[in-house]
């Protein structure tokens, strides 16, 4: 079992920042391929970005060159540093933990899940 629990959400004007982290708990957690994904209301469930155990990154097309995901082993965190940020990026934003071998980029991947938070971004 694996435990995630999400923090740093809130309410930001347009062209602002965030940063959220995850703090993951439990048996082997640091072994993971870690993501975010985001849903916002009426919508599916989408990829945002993933990190594995080695560093590696991967983005979705609409985050790229402005959200940096980014992990400590030694503290079992997870960071997604969001900047200009747009209104379309309001949602809850989740941290899920996959198995190393997924490929990570659907939320079927992923084994484990935070309860989310809410990124609220004004125009």
């Known amino acids: 079992q694996v435990q995630l629990v999400e923090s740093g959400g809130g309410l930001v004007q347009d062209g602002g920042s965030l940063r959220l982290s995850c703090a993951a708990s439990g048996r082997s957690s640091s072994s993971y391929r870690m993501g975010w994904f985001r849903q916002a209301p009426g919508k599916e469930r989408e990829f945002v970005a993933r990190?594995?155990?080695?560093?590696?990154?991967y983005y979705a097309d609409s985050v790229k060159g402005r959200f940096t995901i980014s992990r400590d082993n030694a503290k079992n965190t997870v960071i997604l540093q969001m900047s200009r940020l747009k209104p379309e990026d309001t949602a809850v934003y989740f941290c899920?933990?996959?198995?190393?071998?997924?490929?990570?980029?659907?939320?079927?991947?992923?084994?484990?899940w935070g309860q989310g938070t809410q990124v609220t971004v004004s125009s």
């Open positions: 990190v594995d155990r080695s560093g590696g990154t």
């Open positions: 899920a933990a996959a198995p190393a071998f997924a490929l990570g980029v659907s939320p079927r991947d992923y084994s484990y």
